[in-house]
T-cell receptor, first 113, second 112 residues
Framework: GESVGLHLPTLSVQEGDNSIINCAYSNSASDYFIWYKQESGKGPQFIIDIRSNMDKRQGQRVTVLLNKTVKHLSLQIAATQPGDSAVYFC????????????FGSGTRLQVQP | DADVTQTPRNRITKTGKRIMLECSQT?????MYWYRQDPGLGLRLIYY???????NKGEISDGYSVSRQAQAKFSLSLESAIPNQTALYFC???????????FGPGTRLTVT
């Protein structure tokens, strides 16, 4: 069946370095993608989203890249900080507004001081 | 997110018991969702509701039921809890016509 998944379950980076978290999706009909951050003991929090008519979107210290050709999504975090340590999920949806999100399994980002 | 609250935050119950998890929101959003999260897995959708009269099954609805008592309240019930329903449960809301969802803090449920 269609699924959203992540390449790496755990990513360890040094404080100040840039982080790249990857996500592969298999549903070519998906037209909306979103990244969430989940800290221990909390619910997921929105980071950034992108629609399929774009290939890049930037936020504050974060950039999402979408490659529809290979069905790949990435989240780049600039100058990673200890507060960025969390589990990051990508999610997808299609038929915007009529279907709920399908989540990947998550990547744990560990920031080393 | 304090705008989406869940009660209880933690619950331990026995196999066969009926359990209700409650979700309330002050965001004024029409859409509400229930997800479960298991260790090492992403969130999986149990049920979702686009308004008080519109309730839909998600990918893993078996063993669960829901009630949308009002726009602001969406409860999830386990009629007869079983151990493999031990998980973290999240409620979420969204604005009609948008995809971004806002999550509550979660309820950790343990079925022994």
């Amino acid at each position: 069946g269609e699924s959203v998944g992540l390449h790496l379950p755990t990513l360890s980076v040094q404080e100040g370095d840039n982080s790249i978290i990857n996500c592969a999706y298999s549903n070519s009909a998906s037209d909306y993608f979103i990244w969430y951050k989940q800290e221990s003991g909390k619910g997921p929090q929105f980071i950034i989203d992108i629609r399929s008519n774009m290939d890049k979107r930037q936020g504050q210290r974060v950039t999402v890249l979408l490659n529809k050709t290979v069905k790949h999504l990435s989240l780049q975090i600039a100058a990673t900080q200890p507060g960025d340590s969390a589990v990051y999920f990508c999610a997808e949806s299609m038929d915007t507004g009529r279907r709920a999100l399908t989540f990947g399994s998550g990547t744990r980002l560990q920031v080393q001081p | 997110d304090a705008d989406v609250t869940q009660t209880p935050r933690n619950r331990i119950t026995k196999t066969g018991k009926r359990i209700m998890l409650e979700c309330s929101q002050t965001k004024g959003h029409d859409r509400m969702y229930w997800y479960r999260q298991d260790p090492g897995l992403g969130l999986r959708l149990i049920y979702y509701s686009f308004d008080v009269k519109d309730i839909n099954k998600g990918e893993i609805s078996d063993g669960y039921s829901v009630s949308r008592q009002a726009q602001a309240k969406f409860s999830l019930s386990l009629e007869s809890a079983i151990p493999n329903q031990t998980a973290l449960y999240f409620c979420a809301t969204s604005v009609d016509g948008t995809d971004e969802q806002y999550f509550g803090p979660g309820t950790r449920l343990t079925v022994t």
